[in-house]
Nanobody, 115 residues
């Protein structure tokens, strides 16, 4: 399984971005999709995840601002990010776990929020 993340960029505080993660095979075979982020020198943080049944979980720091969704027809998972803050600056990675609990990771996409 290959994951291709895109949509990062530079945005001012208060702005929005939508990240996309294209999956190389049908995401019907994927149990959990998620986004994590990492700042140099810090641990990678789980931002949001969505299960095959549509259940979602978010980090407290992004609740009510970020929304994760999956489009099964397009084999794509999205992360809509609103009201971005400078502390959201990080490299964002999309990941997947299949029903055999095997994990896959894509390359990161940089999100930079200026104050």
């Amino acid at each position: 399984v290959q994951l291709q993340a895109s949509g990062g960029g530079l945005v001012q505080a208060g702005g929005s971005l939508r990240l996309s993660c294209a999956v190389s095979r049908s995401i019907f075979s994927i149990n959990i999709m998620g986004w994590t982020r990492q700042v140099p020198g810090k641990q990678r943080e789980l931002v949001a995840r969505i299960t095959s049944s549509g259940d979602t979980n978010y980090a407290d720091s992004v609740k009510d601002r970020f929304t994760i969704s999956r489009d099964n027809a397009k084999n794509t998972v999205y992360l809509q990010m609103l009201r971005l803050k400078p502390e959201d600056t990080a490299v964002y990675y999309c990941g997947a776990e299949d029903f055999n609990q095997k994990n896959y990771w894509g390359q990161g996409t940089q999100v930079t929020v200026s104050s």
